[in-house]
């Protein structure tokens, strides 16, 4: 298992498992009692024998005994035997992360002999449903849209395996809430700086701060709860674009100033250099105030450009992310 591309997950479930089908002729009673089968209690259980089931990906598992242990045995007359019991577990899960929080993820679990090979044991699924999921299940993260059951390739020396997939799609509304909707408030609010005046030095510098340290804030508090793989996933492009909008907006307005008081600062060098030199220009002063105006309007026009341009940039960068993760899984 590559673990640059898998990120092992841990998931737990509480099952009943059901083991059925095999005949222990020791066990055969026939007639002796006007029943179809004998209840055993939990306490003669383990004089009988039952398959050797274990997990093979599991980490983590105990059986339930409140208030008594939660397991059944049923002996039928012709010596048929029936076996349930109660199992929380809790397996590994290897999940591709690429496209969280908007992947779908398939977790199995692989069940097979522990020591005896198929020339003495086999499994096999009950032909008709096998597998019984709770119709009122509901999970906070996922939602489970599919399961499938097949015969698996075992590891070790030729032992009986089985194999339980279930096809879990995660709940994005969690990340709609907490990271998507605010970001994209956060990004928007950096645009109001395309409104305000050129010469509103602190309120435009303050806004562009603000916002990107907002949005650093905000990617860092999400990175605490995200799994922590060694690729790139969906949240790390939208926070990492997001990022760069808002800091793009903070060096716009460094430009526009800059641009606003370049020809300006020109003008006057040039005006020190001319009184050194003992030359005289006519009209300095209106030549000086049509500059400034000049700067300004320049400055005012790279602002009515980004008016449109990021909201634009940034609805196409939304329908493409959108398109790429939601239509391919």
Not at 3 to 21: A, N, P
Not at 149 to 159: A, L, V
Not at 241 to 257: D, G, H, I, Q, R
Not at 264 to 278: A, I, V, W
């Amino acid at each position: 298992m590559c673990y640059s591309f898998f990120h092992i997950c841990d998931f737990t479930l509480s099952t009943f498992v059901s083991q059925e089908g095999w005949i222990d002729t020791r066990l055969s009673f026939r007639n002796l009692i006007p029943a179809d089968y004998l209840e055993l209690d939990s306490r003669l259980m383990e004089n009988v024998w039952v398959p050797d089931l274990y997990v093979r990906n599991e980490k983590q598992a105990y059986f339930h005994t409140v208030t008594i242990p939660n397991k059944m045995l049923h002996i039928y007359k012709n010596g048929v035997v029936k076996y349930r019991s109660r199992i929380t577990l809790t397996a590994s899960c290897p999940m591709k992360l690429h496209k969280y929080p908007m992947d779908r993820q398939m977790c199995s679990l692989f069940i097979q002999s522990f020591a005896f090979t198929t020339n003495r044991l086999v499994f096999r699924w009950r032909k008709n449903e096998p597998i019984r999921l709770n119709p009122n299940l509901e999970l906070p993260q996922f939602t489970p849209y599919r399961h499938e059951t097949e015969n698996c390739t075992d590891i070790g020396e030729g032992n009986t395996c089985l194999q339980f997939n279930i096809y879990l799609e995660r709940n994005i509304g969690f990340y709609m809430i907490q990271t998507y909707i605010p970001s994209v408030l956060i990004v928007m609010l950096s645009w109001l700086s395309f409104w305000l005046n050129v010469d509103a030095v602190p309120a435009r510098i303050s806004l562009g701060i603000l916002t990107v340290l907002t949005m650093t804030t905000q990617r860092s508090m999400s990175n605490v709860s995200l799994p922590r793989v060694s690729y790139v996933k969906a949240i790390d492009v939208w926070m990492a674009v997001c990022l760069c909008f808002v800091f793009s907006a903070l060096l716009e307005y460094a430009c526009v100033n800059v641009l606003s008081r370049n020809q300006l600062r020109r003008r006057l060098r040039k005006d020190m250099l001319d009184r050194q030199n003992g030359i005289q220009e006519p009209k300095n002063g209106l030549i000086s105030g049509l500059m400034i105006k000049r700067s300004r309007d320049n400055a005012q026009n790279i602002d009515d450009v980004c008016r449109i341009a990021f909201p634009v940039s940034f609805l196409v960068f939304c329908i493409v992310y959108w398109s790429c993760y939601l239509t391919t899984h």
